[in-house]
Nanobody, 122 residues
Framework: VQLQASGGGLVQSGGSLRLSCTASGFALKDYAVGWFRQAPGKEREGVSC?????LYADSVKGRFTISRDIAKNTVYLQMKSLKPEDTAVYYCATVGVYCAGYRDPDLEFGYWGQGTQVTVSS
């Protein structure tokens, strides 16, 4: 059982990246999946979640889009108009069946994996 985030990198302010969260050993379609990020010295932040609907943090609304490809067992996070403050390690995790509470910093994850670094230069 594994959950792997990928697609991070270095991009200039205003640029775009697409992150992928791919599962092996279980079906992501059976879970709500959240994208989270953590910058050095900062608390974990729930960025977006897909499960019975889609939710976004106010800080990324209109810029980030979460989507699923059930056939590929993958959840994506398309990020546009990136800002330096978006710089963080991004990772994905299952958060139960629904997304309610995904922004709770104490929420316990089901499955999660190593993150992918996103760096936005000014």
């Amino acid at each position: 059982v594994q959950l792997q985030a990928s697609g991070g990198g270095l991009v200039q302010s205003g640029g775009s990246l697409r992150l992928s969260c791919t599962a092996s050993g279980f079906a992501l379609k059976d879970y709500a999946v959240g994208w989270f990020r953590q910058a050095p010295g900062k608390e974990r932040e729930g960025v977006s979640c897909s499960g019975g609907g889609t939710l976004y943090a106010d800080s990324v609304k209109g810029r980030f889009t979460i989507s699923r490809d059930i056939a590929k067992n993958t959840v994506y996070l398309q990020m546009k108009s990136l800002k330096p403050e978006d710089t963080a390690v991004y990772y994905c995790a299952t958060v139960g069946v629904y997304c309610a509470g995904y922004r709770d910093p104490d929420l316990e994850f089901g499955y999660w994996g190593q993150g992918t670094q996103v760096t936005v230069s000014s």
